[in-house]
């Protein structure tokens, strides 16, 4: 797969559950390391550095995870959860470390009194405005969003949707956000990049795809979003079958098993990433004509 991120931007990247979403970010920040290509951040191809180099570059590409709680340190004060990307980093001496930390901590609308907390002394709202806080704490240019607000309630969802909006106005921040939420993804994100099975199907910018997507995965994935109305909620379609083994992907087409215009061209030769119109990319043998 290959896929760009503009500075400034938010690129959602949905999918459903074990299409790898998750793995892509944690590659593009070295979490994880996979096992060829390049990631390349200002032009420098990251897997290339080692030591102080790695270090600089990964300070500027930072992630929110999926799971507030999990993500903090139980045994940890908020001060030094927060203050720990600045500790690996070397970016701060001990005098002024504090200062930055709870600057971070004002962004994200907590403050002093929250210093010295622990994370179960906090609602999911709050841990994740803490993790958000820790992000920021260095400065990134990069965040990977990681499905950050999936385990928490509606209304805090919300909080959390309009308070890093309002910090990438704030800061230039540029956002890549995995969610499987597309109404979430729509209210956030410039362009989205829809994957299946390890592969990008298509790409292209929010109102394009959500107004005329062209591959059929796309469209039965749009369509499979709920909608609170009976009348309308059983006539929805549904997608046929069980993802397959992102080990042994099927042959051609990934998602030609499933597909309902699939022919034998689809399980034989694997279609090519094109761009059907500015900036509109589809990989499907027939793109547009379900």
Not at 10 to 29: A, M, N, P, Q
Request: hydrophobic share 35%.
């Amino acid at each position: 797969m290959s896929l760009s991120v503009y500075p400034g931007e938010t690129l959602g990247l949905v999918g459903e559950s074990g299409c790898g979403k998750t793995t892509v970010g944690r590659c593009i920040l070295m979490l994880e390391k996979p096992t060829s290509g390049a990631v390349f951040f200002r032009r420098q191809n990251i897997f290339d550095l080692r030591g102080a180099a790695l270090k600089k570059i990964r300070s500027k590409m930072q992630i929110v995870f999926q799971d507030p709680y999990a993500s903090l340190n139980p045994r940890w004060s908020v001060k030094d959860i927060v203050a720990e990307p600045l500790v690996v980093s070397g970016k701060s001496t001990q005098g002024d470390m504090r200062s930055i930390v709870l600057q971070s901590l004002n962004t994200v609308g907590l403050s002093e009194d929250h210093l010295d907390r622990f994370p179960h002394e906090f609602s999911g709202g709050q841990r994740q405005r803490i993790g958000i806080a820790r992000a920021l704490s260095v400065g990134p240019d990069l965040i990977v969003l990681d499905e950050p607000t999936s385990s928490l309630d509606v209304s805090v969802q919300a909080q959390i949707l309009n308070l890093l909006k309002q910090l990438q106005s704030k800061l230039n921040l540029t956002y890549m956000f995995i969610s499987h939420n597309l109404n979430v993804v729509k209210h956030m994100s410039t362009r989205i990049a829809v994957m299946y099975v390890g592969k990008i199907v298509e790409i292209a910018e929010t109102d394009d795809v959500f107004r005329n997507s062209l591959h059929p995965y796309t469209k039965i994935l749009l369509n499979s979003v709920p909608i609170p109305d009976p009348k309308v909620r059983g006539r929805k379609e549904r997608i046929q079958g069980d993802v397959p083994s992102a080990a042994h992907p099927p042959s051609g087409c990934r998602f030609h098993p499933r597909c309902p215009i699939a022919t034998e061209k689809c399980s034989q030769t694997e279609p090519d990433l094109v761009e059907y119109s500015s900036e509109h990319f589809a990989a499907c043998h027939f793109a547009g004509k379900y």
